[in-house]
């Protein structure tokens, strides 16, 4: 089985354009959903959810039983998450690691450690293959624990259905949720916008795909709007060893085709479609080689 994640380094880049379209494409795959605070797969495909399952997150230690003040646990945690006050201690959810310290040390055993939901996943239908995504509640934390659930749930599904192949929409940014989409990936394909900041974001999440180890390959979305840039990207890319695996041209059709659910690589006429489709070509090759 071969993974592909698909990272862009920032958002609004045209990474689930593609992830979407590859899906489509694709053949013996699963597709995985790693953007768990905002995903998106799910309102292109419009799934049948048959499983969903409960995300609880890591431990907080809160004070339930009686403090007697002695301070040993504000002492010892080396978070700082424990601040004193005249009559009890208080815990902050935020900084609490759940690390247990306070809970051992304590001598009247106040503390306990709690865990709570912070959100769910999902196995579901599509039309073109199983999708694993999630959701994370609000507000919560542990999104890169929620990810790598994910991973590992599409990873056992895939290695049960006998699929070739997993394509992951991974989280944007360069934090811990793109960390956990990459880890452990054959293949990343970056999608970068020829604008500087689009640049500099290419160039921090490939840092990442670089230290991870990961083949890298390029794909420059709306080129044609910036063509000093585009070239500023292919020269990087030379430089780097990267392989840029298409360039495509602006159509502002395509947030239209998502809208309606619709895929721009189906339209014979988009110059878009054509070139995402010689952009799969190549990561054909490398996703089924023998
Ligand atoms: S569990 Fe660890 S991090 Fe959390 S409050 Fe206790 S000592 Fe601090
Ligand atoms: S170690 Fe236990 S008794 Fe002492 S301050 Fe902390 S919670 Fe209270």
């Not at 339930?64 to 424990?82: D, M, P, S, V």
């Not at 293959?129 to 542990?142: I, Q, T």
Request: hydrophobic residues 35%.
């Amino acid at each position: 089985m071969r993974q592909l994640t698909i990272i862009s380094g920032k958002g609004g880049t045209g990474k689930t354009t593609l992830a979407t379209n590859f899906v489509k494409l694709a053949t013996e795959h699963i597709a995985v959903d790693c953007d768990v605070d905002a995903s998106n797969l799910h309102i292109v495909f419009n799934p049948k959810v048959e499983k969903r399952v409960e995300f609880v997150g890591g431990a907080v230690a809160t004070v339930t039983g009686n403090c007697i003040n002695c301070g040993k646990c504000e002492e010892l945690c080396r978070f700082e998450a424990i601040s004193d006050s005249e009559t009890n201690i208080k815990i902050s959810s935020v900084k609490c690691e759940g690390c247990g310290v306070c809970q051992y040390v304590c001598p009247t055993s106040a503390i306990e450690l709690k865990s709570s939901r912070q959100g769910e996943y999902f196995i579901s239908s599509t039309e073109f293959c199983p999708l694993v995504h999630a959701r994370l509640k609000p507000g919560a934390e542990n999104s890169g624990l929620l990810v790598t659930t994910v991973r590992n749930v599409a990873e056992d599904l895939a290695i049960h259905q006998h699929k070739k192949v997993i394509i992951i929409d991974g989280a944007p940014g360069i934090g811990c949720p793109v960390i956990s989409s990459l880890t452990g990936v054959d293949y990343a394909l970056i999608v970068t916008e020829p604008t500087v900041s689009g640049i500099s974001d290419f160039l921090r999440v490939f840092e990442v795909a670089k230290f991870l180890g990961i083949k890298t390959l390029v794909c420059i979305n709306k080129y044609d709007l910036n063509l000093e840039n585009t070239s500023k990207i292919s020269s990087i890319c030379a430089e780097n060893e990267i392989l840029l695996a298409g360039k495509i041209p602006y159509d502002e059709r395509v947030p239209i085709y998502l809208s309606k659910r619709k895929f721009v690589v189906d339209d014979p006429e988009s110059n878009a479609g054509k070139e995402i489709l010689s952009v799969w070509d190549t990561l054909k090759y490398y996703l089924y080689k023998d």
